[in-house]
T-cell receptor, first 117, second 112 residues
Framework: AQTVTQSQPEMSVQEAETVTLSCTYDTSESDYYLFWYKQPPSRQMILVIRQEAYKQQNATENRFSVNFQKAAKSFSLKISDSQLGDAAMYFC??????????????FGKGTHLIIQP | DADVTQTPRNRITKTGKRIMLECSQTKGHDRMYWYRQDPGLGLRLIYYSFDVKDINKGEISDGYSVSRQAQAKFSLSLESAIPNQTALYFCATAGGPQETQYFGPGTRLLVL
């Protein structure tokens, strides 16, 4: 079974600085999809960024970028110029099939990101 | 208006009661999911539906049942609620050009 590991239960960063959240995963598949979701106190699950394993280029979305290391099975999220609104739980997720297939997404346990003003 | 809605948003019930959580979507996606979130455990899959005729059990389906009434509606039932089913429940749809999962706002359930 696939597993997703987020080794940092909590991270803290000063406003305007850069922070990196770690995620590793275990799979025997060669093609798969990786996601970062943000869950603010409102508890809504918000897609931050998406990466397809067959694409070598790292995905970016404004201040959010990933460092995808396929051989190392690592998928870290970098948040630049951190803002107070970035404070949330961040979940890394994996699926071998587009959209999730019959097994849905496999989630890590999350990293609680604190932004210090 | 939100593309994926869930009702109720919060629910308190007693052990042994039957309850239903409802999910509706306007995204036109065929695939719908129910997940459960417990503190410190991330989200885990309860049930998945590919379309109105296709329902599949997920990792933690025991104690739950589902009904796909239409493409847009997917309901989760707890036949006899127990306290360890206290959790945050999410409905999600999957589709679109990016084949992404889109989540509802969640239902917080407390079983006393």
């Amino acid at each position: 079974a696939q597993t997703v590991t987020q080794s940092q239960p909590e991270m803290s960063v000063q406003e305007a600085e850069t922070v990196t959240l770690s995620c590793t995963y275990d799979t025997s598949e060669s093609d798969y999809y990786l996601f970062w979701y943000k869950q603010p106190p409102s508890r809504q699950m918000i897609l931050v960024i998406r990466q397809e394993a067959y694409k070598q280029q790292n995905a970016t979305e404004n201040r959010f970028s990933v460092n995808f290391q396929k051989a190392a099975k690592s998928f870290s999220l970098k948040i630049s110029d951190s803002q107070l609104g970035d404070a949330a739980m961040y979940f890394c997720a994996y699926t071998p099939l587009p959209g999730g297939g019959a097994d849905g997404l496999t989630f890590g346990k999350g990293t609680h990101l604190i932004i210090q003003p | 208006d939100a593309d994926v809605t869930q009702t109720p948003r919060n629910r308190i019930t007693k052990t042994g009661k039957r309850i239903m959580l409802e999910c509706s979507q306007t995204k036109g996606h065929d695939r719908m999911y129910w997940y459960r979130q417990d503190p410190g455990l991330g989200l885990r899959l309860i049930y998945y539906s590919f379309d109105v005729k296709d329902i599949n059990k997920g990792e933690i389906s025991d104690g739950y049942s589902v009904s796909r009434q239409a493409q847009a509606k997917f309901s989760l039932s707890l036949e006899s609620a127990i306290p360890n089913q206290t959790a945050l429940y999410f409905c999600a749809t999957a589709g679109g050009p990016q084949e992404t999962q889109y989540f509802g706002p969640g239902t917080r359930l407390l079983v006393l």
